[in-house]
């Protein structure tokens, strides 16, 4: 049987009867992970195997947000506290080499993490570039305001993440950086000019358009589309992610349960299919919804399962590294500034 065109969350710490019989029968395609279901690393690790039994093949996404700073489900003492994006920004500044490499080995040290507990996606890197009075929900989960840093440091953690045996994605496409509200509470209207996103926003997404796995950002962009947020609207899917900035790997949505998106989560997931992503994106692990996404998502089929195919084709044995030198040079870039603290801000996605 087909996978079905959804990634879905799931309550707790283990996958109750009915979430296990739902996966079972109705095979979605990836279960992402919230610090809800985390615990310690034998009880992911027993999640994540149960899943993958219920979907019958190992051959199917398990995510997570690790992106280190505010945005970090696994968190000590079971696993690294890793500094956020903007660090490397600030070592790169200094020094461009040492930027990479750290931005690569903290990628490279997330990665060995998630590869042993079975966890094959991390939803990172973070390649939005904020703009001066954008909302902090992107914050220092930024490399940079300079897009072409952006873009060089996102195609690091990339490269980081591959090896380490890990899928990345690149993330808000088209663009989250100059919202003025946070999309988890609200939908950000980003009125500027197209020569003005080309310009900035668009250019890491660009640079980066062969990432085997992308995700959508819930923003109006009104010189685009006035009516549909970038994840429902075809003109922006196709013209603009697709056609535009060349995006080819799969495109799954952010959360569909944010409150930037109005509707059921069934007719959400009808709608941002026929949009033109390939994959909805459901977050809160609540059965009734679970149930309802899952009777909405279309069979993974036609360009988007090859998209699929492709993405786990990407998938090898972790390539040798040396731990040590890793997090020394983690070390050097976490030093660069103090990051931002407070609750991760993203935790009710």
């Known amino acids: 049987m087909a996978f079905k065109a959804f990634i879905s969350g799931c309550a707790t710490t283990a996958l109750t009867k009915a979430e296990r019989d739902l996966f079972a029968e109705t095979r979605p395609c990836g279960l992402i992970l919230f610090g809800r279901n985390v615990g310690n690393p034998g009880q992911v690790q027993a999640l994540v195997s149960d899943f993958k039994s219920a979907v019958g093949t190992e051959d199917v996404l ?77 914050g220092d989960r930024a490399f940079s305001t300079d897009p072409e840093v952006v873009g060089v440091l996102g195609r690091a953690v990339m490269d980081g993440m591959l090896a380490g045996g890990v899928l990345p994605v690149i993330k808000h496409v088209p663009g989250h950086g100059r919202a003025m509200a946070d999309s988890h509470k609200s939908l950000p209207h980003i009125d500027v000019s197209k020569e003005a996103l080309e310009a900035v926003d668009f250019r890491p997404f660009h640079a980066l358009r062969d990432a085997p796995l992308a995700m959508t950002a819930h923003v109006l962009l009104p010189v685009y589309d006035a009516q549909n947020p970038a994840t429902l609207s075809p003109a922006i899917m196709n013209e603009v992610i697709r056609g535009q900035l060349g995006l080819t790997g799969l495109i799954m949505t952010d959360d569909i ?33 679970m149930v309802d996404v899952a009777a909405a998502a279309p069979a993974l089929s036609g360009l988007s399962l090859e998209r699929f195919d492709r993405a786990l084709a990407c998938l090898g044995a972790p390539e040798p590294f040396d731990e040590a030198e890793a997090l020394a040079l983690v070390s050097e870039a976490a030093e660069t500034r103090v990051a931002q603290v407070g609750p991760d801000p993203t935790v009710q996605a």
């Not at 995510?63 to 696994?74: A, I, N």
């Open 257 to 289: 349960g944010m409150k930037a998106l109005s509707g059921t989560p069934g007719d959400l997931t009808r709608a941002v299919i026929a949009g033109g992503c390939d994959v909805a994106l459901h977050c809160s692990g609540k059965f009734d919804e």
């Open 62 to 138: 398990v995510l997570v947000d690790q992106e280190g700073g505010r945005v970090q489900r696994l968190r000590p003492p079971y696993w690294r506290a890793m500094p956020p994006a903007r660090c490397f920004g600030d070592l790169y500044a200094k020094d461009r080499e040492a930027g990479k490499r750290a931005a690569f080995a903290a990628a490279r040290l997330m990665a060995a993490e998630l590869y042993d507990l079975g966890i094959n996606v991390d939803c990172t890197p973070c390649i939005d570039v904020p703009q001066e009075g954008a909302h902090d929900i992107i």
